[in-house]
């Protein structure tokens, strides 16, 4: 999220990307992947509860073979309308969506500079969802591979997917002895541009 955004998000004195703010959930594996890509530098992170993956409510802890057999009839009327229902005390996509929203909204308003988001895939899925234009329904036709990252550019003007789904051979920051380990989540990096 930068005004002057160049190209590649390069430091000047080197080939790691430079970031002016670091963000993760604040889900533990977030947090960890985020320790894991930030290395020695010295942002420090920011964990941010809205960047949460979708709440489950009383689906929490299940597999969703078990789901579908102790909620049979609510899992199905969850694959019926994917985007608006939730399970009892839970949050449905729409929700999830509007809330992710509003938090990659305010930290683009709040930041300058590249902007680290380490998140999950579901989470990441939402915002090139938004981006793109693309129904909740067909989220899951977005690959979000463990370890991936996404560049997108934030504008006045519009909003650019640089990158999507890009799964390096050495993590972000890091060598590749440490590959497996930031494995954990998705990334996102945000820009913005003049």
Known sequence: MKKGWSRHGRCASGS??????????????????AKIILGRRTNSLEAMPALREISLGEW?????????????????????DMENWRPPRGESFADCRARINRAVDEIVAGSEGNVLLVGHAGVNRLILCSILGIPVRNLHGIGQDYGCVNIIEYGPDRTRIQLMNYIPTTPVG?????????????????????
């Open 16 to 33: 790691n990307p430079c970031f002016s703010r670091v963000i993760s959930s604040d889900l533990s594996r977030s947090q960890r992947t």
């Open 60 to 80: 929490e802890g299940f597999s969703f073979q078990e789901i579908r057999e102790r909620f049979f009839e609510d899992y199905a009327a969850r694959g019926r």
């Open 174 to 194: 890091r060598t590749s002895a440490r590959c497996n380990a930031a494995h954990d989540e998705a990334i996102t990096e945000v820009a913005t541009c003049p």
